[in-house]
Nanobody
Framework: QVQLVESGGGSVQAGGSLKLSCVAS????????MAWYRQAPRKEREWVSS???????TYADSVKGRFSISLDVAKKTLYLEMHNLKSEDTAEYLC????????????????WGQGTQVTVSS
C-alpha cells in the first residue's frame, strides 16, 4: 500500500549542498520512524541518519554537523539536507521507514525506497 520515492539527488562540487526528499504514497500508516541510508558501489549499505515519530534525530559520525534530517508529517515527506558535501558522500541514498498500522514499533524498517544518486566532485 505504501511506496517511498526519493528525489533531489544530483552532481555537485565538494562543499556544495543538496536536499533529498522521500515521499510516501497516500494512505500512509502511522510512522514509527524513518531513516536515510547510503550505498556506494561495491560497499556495504551505511546508515546515515534517523528520525523517530517524536522527532528525535540521530546521525552517523561521518555526517554530523553537515547533514540535517527532518520529517513533514502533513506532506508525508522525509528530508535530508546536506551541506559541505565531500567526495566520500558520493553514493546512492535510500530512505527507509518503519510503518506499523497494527503492531508495536520495533525499530526495524519495513519499507524502502529505490534510491537517488548523489555524486560529489572533489
Amino acid at each position: 500500500q505504501v511506496q517511498l520515492v526519493e528525489s533531489g539527488g544530483g552532481s555537485v562540487q565538494a562543499g556544495g549542498s543538496l536536499k533529498l526528499s522521500c515521499v510516501a504514497s497516500a494512505y500512509i500508516a502511522p510512522i514509527c520512524g524513518m531513516a536515510w541510508y547510503r550505498q556506494a558501489p561495491r560497499k556495504e549499505r551505511e546508515w546515515v541518519s534517523s528520525i523517530s515519530s517524536d522527532r528525535t534525530v540521530t546521525y552517523a559520525d561521518s555526517v554530523k554537523g553537515r547533514f540535517s534530517i527532518s520529517l513533514d508529517v502533513a506532506k508525508k515527506t522525509l528530508y535530508l539536507e546536506m551541506h559541505n558535501l565531500k567526495s566520500e558522500d558520493t553514493a546512492e541514498y535510500l530512505c527507509a521507514a518503519e510503518l506499523r498500522p497494527y503492531v508495536r514499533c520495533s525499530g526495524a524498517n519495513n519499507y524502502w525506497g529505490q534510491g537517488t544518486q548523489v555524486t560529489v566532485s572533489s
